[in-house]
């Protein structure tokens, strides 16, 4: 079994590793959205489904490993959401406000299952000590 004091990251790294993570899945929505419709790959499920899971992605790793920034990844992805809407228009797709709405969705499953990941960790070290 892995020894969890091993598995312990210190601050800078944690923040580190969810700056890391939110730009590089950032840039991966960016592009999976703003790319012609017809010139993307095409996904088994539904539109709405991407959406939600796309932004459950980007704020996870802000609620699980930096929290304390937590409420400013919320802000900024759910701006980004709203920009990437107003843009599809003007690439050859459309933009949708029940896009959006599924954007926020996963926002905010992304922030919960987030916290509760990063609270649960927490609890399990606490025990090992």
Not at 22 to 47: E, K, M, Q, R, Y
Not at 80 to 109: K, M, N, T
Request: charged content about 10%; hydrophobic content about 55%; glycine content about 8%.
């Amino acid at each position: 079994m892995v020894d969890l004091q091993m598995v312990s990251l210190n601050h800078h790294r944690r923040r580190s590793i969810a700056s890391w993570l939110t730009f590089g899945l950032s840039v991966c929505i960016a592009v999976l959205t703003l790319i012609p419709s017809n010139a993307g790959p095409h996904v088994p499920g539904g539109d709405k489904v991407h959406h939600v899971l796309a932004f459950m992605a980007l704020t996870l790793p802000s609620a699980v490993f930096y929290p304390k920034a937590l409420v400013r990844v919320v802000l900024a992805a759910a701006l980004y959401a709203g920009l990437i809407e107003i843009i599809q228009p003007f690439v050859g797709r459309s933009g949708e406000i029940a896009d959006f709405l599924a954007d926020l969705l996963g926002i905010a499953i992304g922030a919960m299952i987030g916290l509760l990941l990063h609270w649960g960790s927490r609890c399990l070290l606490s025990s090992q000590r």
